[in-house]
């Protein structure tokens, strides 16, 4: 029986040509090797300097959408960058194991795909933008944010925590009644997708069971790394910093987030201080974006116009 999610892909990568994107493997370093969907006038760019023509430089501002741990950049932000692209020079990378990324460090720290991200962009031409991060990706941002805070203009974030803490780490897991994050993130059978999406969402709609079969075989592949990342991801208590970033920064979370609830999100926004907001989507849950799409790319557009706003105030 052919794999629903199989056929899907080069229709997900289809339409995201359609939209103006590129897929570009960048060398981070040799043995590092990070895929990017890039807009057409990157690539253009990139070939008149290399033909030494002259560098016109777009005029959109530079929005980086990082995925999470639920799956790779194209699953994850299609319905942004269809929004996205006509007003904005949208990237969208995939981390290191995810999508076509791959390292032979083996360093597996959010810092280490912080730096690699950095990198990349800096090759790309990207000088500075707007980061995107969901889950996984929003603690990516969090840290790229401190290491390049030139290169990271502002921050928007989703259904995550400034780091993982073991203490935040153990009580999230035990609110939801798993053990260890590769338990929840990384299944093994039809049940455990079932879990990972029930806990990922507001209202888990109900589907046959070949779906969530097809999901399993083809969305968990790099399962080693993938479980050495998980494993380097959580921060000790004494070694966590303290939440100082001079970007602004935009919370935007599903209500019913059973990972990282509004409490969490408040806390978080409390920490950052005056430079944040927190905006929530009703009936939503961890996987905000993707439960409600059109709803998060509605305030994902609002937060980004605001943005543009405070930029050309600072030009002025």
């Not at 070949?210 to 968990?220: H, I």
Request: glycine fraction near 8%; charged fraction near 20%; charge should be neutral.
């Amino acid at each position: 029986m052919v794999n629903v999610f199989t056929v899907a892909k080069p229709l997900l990568q289809g339409l995201m040509k359609l939209a103006g994107m590129t897929p570009k493997l960048v060398e981070i370093e040799p043995g590092t090797l990070m895929n990017f969907w890039v807009p057409n006038e990157t690539i253009q760019r990139n070939q008149n300097q290399n033909q030494n023509h002259t560098n016109h430089k777009t005029n959109k501002p530079a929005v980086v959408l990082v995925h999470g741990f639920f799956g790779d950049g194209v699953i994850t932000w299609l319905f942004q960058v269809l929004a996205l692209t006509g007003r904005y020079a949208v990237y969208v990378p995939d981390l290191l194991f995810f999508g076509g990324s791959t390292t032979d460090s083996h360093h597996r720290s959010t810092v280490f795909q912080a730096e690699c991200l950095a990198k990349g962009l800096r090759k790309l031409g990207v000088e500075s933008c707007t980061l995107v991060g969901f889950s996984y990706g929003g603690i990516i941002g969090f840290k790229l944010a401190k290491l390049d805070p030139d290169l990271v203009e502002s921050l928007v974030v989703s259904s995550t925590v400034v780091e993982l803490t073991e203490s935040i780490s153990r009580a999230s897991l035990q609110k939801i009644g798993f053990s260890q994050w590769s338990e929840l993130l990384l299944p093994e059978t039809v049940e455990g997708v079932k879990a990972m999406l029930t806990v990922g969402t507001h209202k888990l709609p109900w589907l046959p069971d070949f779906l969530y079969r097809n999901f399993l075989e083809v969305m968990f592949i790099n399962r080693k790394e993938r479980t050495e990342l998980l494993e380097a991801f959580i921060d000790s208590d004494k070694d966590a910093t303290a939440t100082t970033h001079p970007q602004r920064i935009h919370l935007l979370w599903g209500d019913n987030d059973k990972l990282f609830d509004l409490e969490v999100a408040h806390n978080i926004k409390e920490q950052l201080g005056g430079k944040s907001t927190l905006h929530y989507i009703e009936k939503a849950g961890h996987l905000v974006g993707l439960e409600r799409p059109f709803m998060y790319t509605r305030h994902l557009k609002r937060i980004l116009a605001s943005l543009d706003g405070e930029r050309l105030q600072k030009m002025n």
